[in-house]
T-cell receptor, first 112, second 110 residues
């Protein structure tokens, strides 16, 4: 296991299209997090899973966003009807308990 | 909203010098973490200090925590060109996982 993997690395989509990102956490980590980061800013929390249960959702996560973690393994983040304001780096992280996070390299989304 | 606030926003020093970055946060924490991010990449966990600890060392890194002032500092000694990156503090213990600041962009000049 080489860490947290995110796919794709880059995604360019037209406004109004749906996109889905995937995150594969470190296998023994029970916690998985999604963050969004825009240029010059720190990561902003989107949502958090403990095993397969989605425990917290940020107010940033509008009803166009949905995240799943079936079977407590990989996770997907879907954005429906994308808007230009959705353009950002989407970061996934995992942890074993409340310690330090291991981040993936992120998926950079550009909405044109 | 972001709880952690780093200071300064940008720092440029000569290779070999020490770099100090500060972080302030707003609410109670269980721990305070520091991360490094190279341009366009994910974040790398550097060090975690628990709320009942005052100082922690890891290699060339030294972190202090003052819970009465709700502040932390990260010291990088004997800086190297490879230390050029953005550094973020993150407050742990809230319901929303870690809350990150906006970061300090550190440039090490050769």
């Amino acid at each position: 296991d080489t860490g947290v993997s995110q796919d794709p690395r880059h995604k360019i989509t037209k406004r109004g299209q749906n996109v889905t990102f995937r995150c594969d956490p470190i296998s023994e980590h029970n916690r998985l997090y999604w963050y969004r980061q825009t240029l010059g800013q720190g990561p902003e929390f989107l949502t958090y899973f403990q095993n397969e249960a989605q425990l917290e959702k940020s107010r940033l996560l509008s009803d166009r966003f949905s995240a799943e973690r079936p079977k407590g393994s990989f996770s997907t983040l879907e954005i429906q009807r994308t808007e230009q304001g959705d353009s950002a780096m989407y970061l996934c992280a995992s942890s074993l308990g409340p310690g330090g996070y291991t981040f993936g390299s992120g998926t950079r989304l550009t909405v044109v | 909203s972001q709880q952690g606030e780093e200071d300064p926003q940008a720092l440029s020093i000569q290779e070999g010098e020490n770099a100090t970055m500060n972080c302030s946060y707003k609410t109670s924490i269980n721990n305070l973490q520091w991360y490094r991010q190279n341009s366009g990449r994910g974040l790398v966990h550097l060090i975690l200090i628990r709320s009942n600890e005052r100082e922690k060392h890891s290699g060339r890194l030294r972190v202090t925590l003052d819970t009465s002032k709700k502040s932390s500092s990260l010291l990088i000694t004997a800086s190297r060109a490879a230390d050029t990156a953005s550094y973020f503090c993150a407050a742990g213990g809230g319901a929303d996982g870690l809350t990150f600041g906006k970061g300090t962009h550190l440039i090490i000049q050769p």
